[in-house]
């Protein structure tokens, strides 16, 4: 009698606090600045602020996250180099070697959550396209080339000095270079032009271009977001579009609900094709996530709402994990 009576108890605490049942879907974010929060806001790689602290990861259900390398301009004077990027590359891997719930970076089995990584901004690298090889041996999977500046490598959406040309040629070789590694190159922040000239060397290499972290802008006109054109232009790689919560880069003009990241979702799917769609949240990359989607432990949620919004569960699978394991894992590494 008294265990009849505390099941429905306990079943409304459950209901009432917004606890989860175990995650249905496993997720693997593309996108997750954790090294920015431990690098230069003095949070840890375990906690960041919380959007994408364990906890939270354990409880959306993500079972792997990329950590991109990134250096802020103020960082240093002359802009990002290279040993700020081997300072932060050393500081994520102390963090990790903590272990055991955040990996080592790779492919292989873990007990804990996987990590790869990755750069945003890799214009350090310009002067030195034969160190990518080094660096690809210690985790890095995917090549975001430039950030909110132009830099040696390409033009970025975020500077407003005007556009002459897209790569530079050091950049072109950098694109060779890592399509040579059999590595992605990302074009999440690049000009218009610079995303165009990497889809026309990956013509050449067959080499992956990704967008770890951009939206539609046939939805939400930013420059940060790609064009239909762009989107098609990256799935023609074999390449992924990473859906990103910032509610600016979701709708334009009001706060982004959940329900404007599903239209943002299924739109991608529908130009994209449901095999080139992934989750690149942005979490601790300083984001107002669309409501809804606080952090990390929302993916069940929006897991539900891609349901409720007719994407059928074998393309929710592919867009919350298993297209981003396709990139970070095609060589088993
Ligand atoms: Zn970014």
Redesign the pocket.
């Known amino acids: 009698m008294l265990k009849r009576r505390a099941f429905p108890l306990l079943w409304c605490a459950a209901f009432a606090t917004g606890a989860e049942a175990e995650p249905r879907y496993e997720v693997v974010d593309l996108?997750v600045?954790l090294p920015y929060q431990l690098g230069y806001r003095g949070k840890s790689l375990q906690q960041g602020t919380g959007q994408a602290g364990l906890g939270a990861l354990s409880a959306g259900g993500v079972r792997g996250v990329v950590l991109?390398l990134?250096v802020p301009r103020d960082a240093s004077p002359t802009g990002p180099r290279l040993v700020d990027l081997e300072e932060s590359y050393l500081r994520v891997l102390r963090e990790l070697q903590r272990g055991p719930e955040l990996a080592l970076p790779g492919c292989g089995e873990a007990s804990g959550v996987r990590t790869w990584l990755a750069f945003?901004g890799a214009g350090p690298l310009a002067d030195a396209p034969e160190s990518l090889g080094a660096w690809v041996a210690r985790g890095v999977r995917i090549v975001?080339l430039v950030?909110?500046e132009h830099n040696a490598l390409a033009t970025s959406s975020g500077d407003a000095r005007p556009v002459r040309y897209g790569l530079t040629d050091a950049g072109k070789a950098l694109v060779r270079r890592a399509h040579a590694l059999g590595v992605a190159v990302d074009v999440?922040?690049a000009s218009d032009r610079a995303v165009a000239d990497v889809l026309a060397v990956a013509r050449e290499t067959s080499g992956l271009v990704v967008a770890?972290?951009s939206n539609a802008r046939a939805l939400c006109d930013h420059p940060?977001n790609l064009t239909d054109e762009q989107v098609r232009g990256i799935a023609a790689t074999g390449g992924v579009v990473g859906l990103n919560f910032h509610s600016p880069f979701v709708v334009r003009g009001r706060p982004a609900e959940l329900a404007d990241v599903v239209d943002q979702a299924r739109h991608l799917v529908r130009v994209a094709g449901e095999d080139h769609v992934a989750i690149g949240a942005?979490f601790e990359?300083g984001i107002r996530p669309a409501r809804g989607l606080s952090d990390a432990s929302r993916f069940p949620a929006l897991a539900r709402a891609l349901s409720r919004g007719g994407l059928r569960e074998a393309a929710i699978k592919k867009l919350l994990s298993e297209n981003a394991l396709r990139v970070l894992c095609r060589s088993g590494k």
């Open positions: 996108h600045d991109p990134f945003e975001g950030h909110t999440s922040h770890t972290h940060r942005d990359g």
